[in-house]
């Protein structure tokens, strides 16, 4: 039986990785033609420097004679001003420097024992620049897009602003009709790079090179963002979208025995707390909060009387005794018996646990997809990136979040004020008042979409799709 290749070029980013590596996995569950090569980007440190960890253990995952990560040569970094202007720029600049690499490594790097055809190119959201790569060898190209259709469609409307207005957004524009959104959307939850000319001008771009792929994979559930996918879906301009989430590892350590006694201690204290008692406060893998904020996080905790878990990070020193010299004094004694602060917090797990009644989060995708899965409730405290338009979706248009804020910025120069305990303890109050209605909307959602997962389920036959249109005659030929 000959086989069919199919080329992956995911972001330098765990976040991008996991549902990457994940969908690879099930595509290989459905077709046992196919196996699949993950470029991997290695930029130099201090850039995500859990990657090597993450595919080590892939690696050494059961379908390893069908799957393998090739890591590609160092490709030389953009001029390092580029980086003060704009992340998301510098990082495009970046990946498309491996433009070669990638091109090399179709070409050179041989499966040991087969030859297979190469079908397709399946690339990452900041990846467009791999197009080139994929016309140069004439490859199919497909989108796999690890965050929401909301903000896909967000990244398509670029150009359509564009064309009106012609420059970068302002954060005093009126709301906008942004198409993927059932409500208008106010120009202060754009992410941060719609306000800064470069990071504006390169993501219209890969917008616009979106468009040239012949097939959109998107990390969401159909019925979860149903008004963002049907208007994809329906857009003559786009290649078909096909959705197959949620991708994330959503079973957490359960079961796998290698978890961290901290983590065990987190989850002893939980294991002792009443059903959906317990208010998880975490903010992604980099969100962190200046001392005053902290505090008046604090005087909201306590002063709700609720039981909470919550994860914090500081910028300069992680190490947690420090808090105790921010926190209020006295804080950490006297909430001992119903609170936990800690660093890193065994996410999925506590998401899963029935204790955990609800979530102040970032609404980063993965945290959100990880809570909507749980049916965990969310209260929304963006920080950067797209988050900001996401907690905008989650509290208006799919209406599972209490809105605590939406517009707090995480870098210091341009946050608006701290939020204050009274705004945090009127939002927590809501959350957990268990007559809330949002309580039993999010835990159906999340049934939803676990049995999109399924045979029959709306992901599941998405994904058969896809696999019959890239192994269709046409592709293949
Ligand atoms: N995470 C975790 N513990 C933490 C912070 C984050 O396990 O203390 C995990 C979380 O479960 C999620 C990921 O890190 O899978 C964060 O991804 P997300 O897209 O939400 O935010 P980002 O870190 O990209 O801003």
Redesign the pocket.
């Known amino acids: 039986m000959s086989k069919l290749e199919l080329v992956f070029v995911p972001a330098p ?3 991008h990785l ?1 549902s990457t590596c994940n969908f690879a996995e099930n595509l290989l569950n459905r077709d046992e033609r196919l196996c699949i090569t993950i470029l991997i980007i290695r930029p130099p440190p201090p850039w995500d420097n859990r990657i090597d960890a993450y595919i080590k253990r892939s690696s050494s995952s059961p379908d390893g004679r069908r799957i393998r990560y090739v890591t590609l040569p160092q490709a030389e970094p953009p001029p390092a001003e580029e980086l003060a202007k704009s992340i998301e720029k510098y990082f495009s600049l970046l990946i498309a420097n491996y433009r070669p690499h990638v091109k090399e490594a179709i070409i050179t790097n041989k499966w040991p024992d087969s030859n297979p055809k190469i079908i397709g190119l399946v690339i990452d959201m900041f990846c467009s620049a791999m197009i080139d790569v994929a016309n140069e060898l004439n490859i199919p190209s497909y989108l796999f897009f690890t ?1 929401g259709a909301g903000f896909l469609g967000f990244l398509f409307y670029l150009s359509v602003w564009h064309d009106q207005v012609g420059r970068e957004f302002n954060r005093s524009d009126a709301d906008l009709k942004i198409a993927s959104y059932a409500h208008p959307v106010p120009s202060k939850v754009l992410p941060d790079f719609a306000s800064s000319k470069e990071g504006y001008d390169s993501f219209r771009e890969h917008g616009v090179r979106f468009k040239e792929t012949i097939g959109i994979l998107i990390n969401t559930v159909a019925e979860f963002e149903s008004h963002a996918v049907n208007n994809l879906a329906s857009d003559p301009e786009l290649p078909p979208v096909y959705t197959v989430g949620f991708l ?2 959503l079973e957490g350590q359960k079961g796998k025995g290698n978890s961290k006694s901290e983590d065990e201690e987190i989850m002893k204290w939980l294991d002792q707390q009443p059903p959906s008692s317990v208010l998880f406060l ?6 962190f909060f200046e001392p005053p904020q902290l505090i008046e996080m604090a005087i909201a905790l306590e002063r709700s009387g609720v039981r909470f878990l919550w ?1 914090i ?1 500081h910028p300069v020193d992680a190490e947690l005794s420090k808090f105790e010299e921010i926190l209020p004094e006295g804080f950490l004694e006297r909430t001992k018996n119903r609170g936990i602060v ?7 797990d506590i ?1 899963a646990h029935k204790a955990t009644g609800a979530f102040v ?10 809570s909507v899965w749980h049916g965990v409730p969310i209260v929304t405290w963006p ?3 797209e ?1 900001h338009i996401n907690a905008f979706q989650l509290v208006n248009d799919l209406e599972i979040a209490v809105e605590l804020t939406l517009d707090y910025r995480m870098r210091e120069s341009d946050h608006r004020e701290n939020v204050k305990a009274e705004e945090m303890e009127k939002a927590i109050r809501c959350i957990m008042d268990c007559g809330n209605p949002m309580r039993k909307r999010i835990k159906d959602m999340g049934e939803i979409c676990r049995n999109a997962l399924m045979e029959g389920g709306s992901s599941s036959i998405s994904l058969g799709r896809f696999v019959e249109t890239i192994l269709d005659s046409k592709s293949c030929s």
């Open positions: 980013f765990v976040g996991v965050s994330n590892d975490c903010f992604g893998s980099v969100g994860s990070r800690c660093g890193w917090a065994p996410q999925v998401l989060s970032h609404c980063g995708w993965n945290s959100t997809v990880e920080l950067y990136a988050q």
